[in-house]
């Protein structure tokens, strides 16, 4: 018997004035196309899946740990195929825990926190990542 892998779905919608909504509610991401490009919104999309990710693994460890992050992140056309995407990212996050774990833990943590943000693994380039825990790179 075959085990079926779990899902997840998620659904936003865009009106004609361009403001999304989120099928769970919350408050609605107004049209400020100067502002919050779709570029933007993946790249927010990429920092807040890893942090996520790395808080879930976390929190399942026994830790609650303070998450911040940025990414800056380079379009241009590939040279493989002409089309612009998505070439380079470099993914800055910060944690800080109180108690620190131990740094084998941490490093742990770090790899699920990867390894588990599947917007980080839906693109094709993969991100350059950056971690600095307690103050320390971990790079």
Not at 49 to 74: D, K, N, W
């Amino acid at each position: 018997m075959s085990v079926r892998a779990r899902s997840f779905t998620y659904e936003i919608s865009i009106d004609q004035d361009w403001v999304a909504t989120s099928d769970r509610g919350g408050v609605p991401l107004p049209s400020e196309e100067r502002t919050w490009t779709p570029e933007h919104l993946l790249l927010a999309a990429l920092v807040r899946c890893t942090l996520t990710s790395f808080r879930h693994h976390a929190r399942r460890a026994g830790h609650e740990p303070a998450t911040r992050g940025t990414v800056a992140a380079v379009v241009t056309r590939r040279e493989e195929d002409g089309r612009f995407a998505l070439v380079e990212a470099r993914v800055d996050l910060d944690v800080t825990f109180d108690p620190l774990p131990p740094q084998d833990e941490i490093r742990a943590l770090v790899e699920k926190g990867e390894r588990d943000c599947f917007v980080g693994a839906s693109l094709t380039v993969e991100p350059d990542y950056h971690w600095t825990v307690n103050g320390e790179d971990l790079s």
